[in-house]
C-alpha cells in the first residue's frame, strides 16, 4: 500500500493532521495500535481548552495554545462536538499567591490573552461555593470545556469521510529508509511519516534516527462526579500551583458531570493504575478551593499519561531523516493547542515539500448526531415515529437509545469495543457505570458485528469480557 | 394526555405487588411502567432458590416467585408496557416516558408509587485501586451473563464484598467448573445473610478473609492478579499483610444503592443513611401523593419482605387517592439511637392506626441484647435479642395504643447485656 502521508498514532494530534490532509489531493493513512483512536491520552486528560495565559511567552506551547484556543468554536461547529467556553478561574489562597496571579496575568499580557484579576467579593458573586480560603482569581474567559472523546472521534470520522485511510490495532514496529520513501511493517509504504506517537514518539523515532529527545511519562489521576441539578461549580477552577498543592482543577464537563484532578507523577507508560494515597491528596487540595464537594457522587476513578518531553516545549520539526516528522512531547496544553499544531505541520512542513492541490468535494462537516435525551418531548416524538429504535432506551441513566447506538454503529470511524461505545455515546459512563445496560450494549455490537457475545472485547482485542458458553445455555 | 389515577413504576417485585394490592382495593385505573423486556425485575436472573418463605411458605426459585405475581397481574388484567423509560415527574405529577411502540407519551397521575429497585455500587464508586481493565465486574452483571445470556464470565475468580450476590454468585462459578479462590470483606463480619455463607462457601471449602479488602487490580488487558490486604479499625491497610491472588475476574459485591434519579431530580431529598427517601407509616414521600417501597426505599435482604412493603405502599396510595386525607401534619419522628443504623418509616402519626411496623437495620453485629424502644425518655418496649446481625432486616410491630401522648420522637435504640 503506498501513501504520500502516513501519520503514527490516531489520538487527537494524529487526528487532526490527518483531517487538515484530507482536504487535499493525497493518501494519507493512520496507523494506530490501540483498538480505537483517542485511546490514550487523548482519552484521559482534563478536557479543557486552556486559555493560552500560562505557557511562557515566545514557546511554542504559548503561541499554539492561544492560536489553537481561537479555532475551537468554528472546528466543532463542523465536526458537531461539544465544546463550551465557561471561562477559567485560577485561585489565590495567600498574599504570595496572588503574587503569582500577578506574574501570571502579565504573561498574559504577552501571549494576548485577555485575564481580569478578581477579588474575592467579586469571585463569590460567580463562584458561590468558593471555600473560605480562596483570596483571588485570575479569570480567563476564552477558556472552555470540550468532549475530547468525541472531538477526536469526529476528526477521524471527517477525515475518513474525506479518503483517510485508518489502520486499528496496527502497532508500528519497524521503518525502513528505502530510496523511494519509508517502508512501515513491511507492508505501509509512504512519502513522509509524520510521528504522532504520543507516549511512545520516542521509541518511533529512533525506529529511524539517533535519539534526540526522550518522552517522560507522567500520570495524573482524576474522580469523574455524577450529574446532578445543582452544579457547584460553573467555571473551570484551578489552583495556583504552590507548595499547598499541584495544579488540581474542578471542572464541569460537556456532559454535566465534573472532573476533579490531576495528580502529577513520574510512572511508566502503560501504568494507568489509580491508588487511594493520590485520591485523597487530590480531594484534600480540591477542598481548599470549593466547600463541601460532593464526593459521595463520585462514580469513577481513572489515570492519564502524558507525554512530557525533557525540555518541557513541544517538538514539532522534520527529524535528521528527510520527510520523517516529529510531532511529539504534545503534553498540557496539547488539547487546545492541537488544531493550530496540526496547521503549523501542514503548512509549514508538509505543504512547502510539495504542492498538494485541494479536493474538489471535501466537506468539512460531520452530519449531525442525534442525541435524543437533549430533546424536547415533542421533537423526541417526532424521532422516534421516524424510527422506533430511539424509542428503546439501552443505558437508563444517560438515556441513550437504541437507535443512536446503531447510528454510530454505520459511522465510519465506529465503535468496536464496549469502551468505544462508551467514549463515543456515553453509554455506561453514568452511575450504574454499565451495570445495568452493558449486556444489551454487548449485543448490539456482537449483532452489528455478526459475532457472538463472547468475541465483544471491553477495550483492546485481548480484553474479552465473557470465556465460553455454559453447557446447555438456551441460545436464540 | 391520559389520566392515570395510579402510576407504579418499576415492575419488579415490589412493582408487582404494589400493582396487584391497588387493584384488589378497587383501583381500576392504574399501569405499570417496567424498563425491561419482561416484568419480574432482578428475581429473573436469580435462579437460586430460597425466595417466597414468608410469603408462600415454600422454596421457590426468583423466576418461580415473579411468575407467582405476573399470572396475578395478567389475571387482574393490569395494564403494564415494557421497554419503557421514564424521562421525568414533573411537580404537577405528570409522568412522560419513551417506549419504542408508542413514542414519547404523556400522563397525568393522581398518585405515584415509586418501585424503581436498586443499583449495584460499582468499582468507581468504591474507588477501586489499581488497572481499569476487563474483568472486573459487578455480581449482578455477572449473574445476569451467567443466567440469562448462557456465558461464563471467568475460570479463576477472585469476589470482593460479602454481599448476597457475591456469596451466590461464588456457589454458581464454582459449580460450572471456576475456581473461585476467596471473597475478601473490608468489615470484620459478613454483610450476607447466614445461610449464604454456609451454603455458598463453607460447603465449597472457598475462603472468607473478613477485615480484608482488594488493594490492587493487576493486569494489562484483562484482570491478571489481585492484591488484598487486612485493614484496620480506620479502614487503612495493615502492612505486610498483603496476599496475591492469579485470576482473571474479580467479582464485585461491595452493596446497593437505591436507585432514584427521578425523585432526586424533584429535589427531594435522600436519607444519607438508607440513600432512598424518607417516607411515613403510608410510605408517602415528602412529596404529596408519591410513595416509595422495596430496594428503591431501603436494601432489603428478603424479597418477601420486598412484596409486603409494596402492598403497604399501595394501601397507603389507595387511602391517599380515595380520601386524600393523609399524615403529612404534626408527625412524630422515628429516631435511630446507638446501635441502629436507621428506622423506617422515619416519619409517623400516632392517629386511626393500630399498629406500625418499624424496620431497622444494627450498625454492627450483637449478641445478647435487647432492642429498646422510647417515646422521648420513656421506655415503651424492650425486646430481648440472642442476636443481631447488619445484613438482617429486623421488623418491630408496635400497637400505637401503648404510646402515651405527648411525645415527639420514637427512639430505638441496642443495648447490650453485661
Known sequence: MKYDVIIIGAGVIGSCIARGLSKYNMKVAVLEKNNDVGNETSNANSAIIHSGYDPECGTLKAKLNVEGNAMFDALCKELDVRFQR??????????????????????????????????????????????????????????????????????????????????????????????????????????????????????????????????????????????????????????????????????????????????????????????????????????????????????????????????????????????????????????????????????????????????????????????????????????????????????????????????????????????????????????????????????????????????????????????????????? | MKNVDLVIIGGGSAGLAAALQAKQEGIENLIILEKEPYLGGILQQCIHNGFGLVQFKEQLSGPEYAQRYIDLIEQEQIPYRLNTTVYEITQDKKIYYTNADEGCVCLQAKAIIMATGCIERSAGAIMLEGARVSGIMSAGLAQKYMNIEGYMVGKKVFILGSGDIGLIMARRCTLEGAKVLGVAEIMPYSNGLNRNIVQCLNDFDIPLYLSHTVKKVVGKDRVEKVMIAQVDQKMDYIEGTEKEFECDTLILSVGLIPYNPLLEKLNITLNPKTKGVNVNQDYETDFDGIFSCGNALHVHDLVDYVSQEARLAAKGAVKYLKDQSHHQENLHETKAGTGINYVLPQKFARCNEDKIDFKFRVTRPFKKCNIVIKTDESVVKIIKKLYLLPSEMEIVSLDMKTLQEPFKNLEFEIKEEC
Not at chain 1, 468532549?147 to 469521510?161: G, Q, R, S, W
Not at chain 1, 423526541?380 to 444517560?398: A, Q
Request: charged share 25%; aromatic share 8%; proline share 4%.
Open chain 1, 86 to 476: 465557561i471561562g477559567s478561574i485560577t485561585l489565590a489562597l495567600d498574599d504570595k499567591d496572588i503574587e503569582t496571579l500577578k506574574m501570571l496575568q502579565k504573561r498574559a499580557q504577552q501571549n494576548k490573552v485577555q485575564t481580569t484579576l478578581l477579588n474575592r467579593e467579586e469571585l463569590l458573586k460567580i463562584e458561590p461555593h468558593l471555600s473560605q480560603h480562596v483570596k483571588a482569581g485570575l479569570l480567563a474567559e476564552t477558556a472552555g470545556i470540550i468532549d475530547p472523546f468525541n472531538f477526536c472521534v469526529h476528526l477521524m470520522e471527517n477525515a475518513i469521510d474525506n479518503g483517510v485511510d485508518l489502520f486499528l490495532n496496527t502497532q508500528v514496529t519497524s521503518i525502513v529508509k528505502r530510496e523511494d520513501g519509508f517502508l512501515i511493517n513491511h507492508q505501509f509504504q509512504a512519502d513522509m511519516v509524520i510521528n504522532c506517537a504520543g507516549l511512545y514518539g520516542d521509541e518511533i523515532n529512533e525506529m529511524i534516527n539517533p535519539k534526540t529527545f526522550e518522552i517522560i511519562p507522567r500520570k495524573g489521576e482524576y474522580l469523574v462526579l455524577d450529574h446532578f441539578d445543582n452544579a457547584f461549580v460553573k467555571h473551570t477552577l484551578f489552583l495556583v500551583p504552590s507548595d499547598k498543592g499541584k495544579g488540581v482543577l474542578i471542572s464541569p464537563t460537556t456532559s454535566h458531570n465534573f472532573l476533579i484532578g490531576p495528580s502529577a507523577e513520574i510512572c511508566s507508560k502503560d501504568d494507568k493504575d489509580t491508588d487511594k494515597i493520590t485520591i485523597n491528596e487530590i480531594k484534600r487540595t480540591a477542598s481548599l478551593m470549593v466547600e463541601n464537594i460532593p464526593f459521595h457522587q463520585v462514580i469513577r476513578t481513572f489515570a492519564g499519561i502524558r507525554p512530557t518531553p525533557k525540555n518541557h516545549d513541544f517538538i514539532i520539526e522534520e527529524s535528521q531523516t528527510k520527510n520523517f516528522i516529529n510531532v511529539v512531547g504534545i503534553e498540557s496544553p496539547g488539547l487546545a493547542s492541537s488544531p493550530a499544531i496540526a496547521k503549523k505541520v501542514i503548512e509549514e512542513i508538509i505543504l512547502k515539500k510539495k504542492n498538494y492541490t485541494l479536493k474538489e468535494n471535501y466537506d468539512p462537516y460531520v452530519k449531525p448526531y442525534i442525541h435524543i435525551h437533549e430533546l424536547s418531548f415533542e421533537e423526541r416524538k417526532k424521532w422516534i415515529e421516524k424510527n422506533k429504535d430511539y424509542g428503546e432506551i439501552v443505558c437508563k441513566c444517560e438515556k441513550i437509545s437504541k437507535g443512536e447506538i446503531l447510528d454510530c454503529l454505520q459511522r465510519s470511524c465506529p465503535p468496536h469495543s464496549i469502551k468505544a461505545l462508551k467514549k463515543r455515546l456515553r453509554v455506561g459512563f453514568g452511575k450504574c457505570q454499565g451495570g445495568m445496560c452493558q449486556s444489551i450494549a454487548m449485543h448490539l455490537l456482537a449483532n452489528y458485528y455478526k459475532k457472538n457475545l463472547n468475541e465483544i472485547s471491553y477495550d483492546s482485542l485481548n480484553s474479552y469480557i465473557l470465556c465460553d458458553e455454559l453447557k446447555g445455555a438456551n441460545k436464540q
